[in-house]
């Protein structure tokens, strides 16, 4: 079992930026990819970035220059560090992690107000 516990969210105003950070614990023995996902009110979830335990990482085009994911495989931790947002970041974001299978975090609320 691999348990994800994200931290972060919050509200700020347009060209603000935040940090989210997304800590898993269990019994790990090599976490695969980590990545976030984001869902706003009445859209599906859609990735927003992810990272391989290799370093490789991927983003959504909406997101490009403006985010930046990052992981530290020692405390088995990735962050998102989100600059310039604008409201229609709005959303919650959930954490997700690799391990045989793939498991979430709770969410966090991230609200952009212009």
């Known amino acids: 079992q691999v348990q994800l516990v994200e931290s972060g969210g919050g509200l700020v105003q347009a060209g603000g930026s935040l940090r989210l950070s997304c800590a898993a614990s269990?019994?790990?023995?090599?976490?695969?990819?980590m990545g976030w996902y984001r869902q706003a009110p009445g859209k599906q979830r859609e990735l927003v970035a992810g990272?391989?335990?290799?370093?490789?990482?991927h983003y959504a085009d909406s997101v490009k220059g403006r985010f930046t994911i990052s992981r530290d495989n020692a405390k088995n931790t990735v962050y998102l560090q989100m600059n310039s947002l604008k409201p229609e970041d709005t959303a919650v974001y959930f954490c997700y992690a690799d391990y045989i299978l793939t498991y979430w975090g709770q969410g966090t609320q991230v609200t952009v107000s212009s």
């Open positions: 990272t391989t335990n290799g370093g490789s990482t």
């Open positions: 269990g019994r790990i023995f090599s976490i695969g990819a």
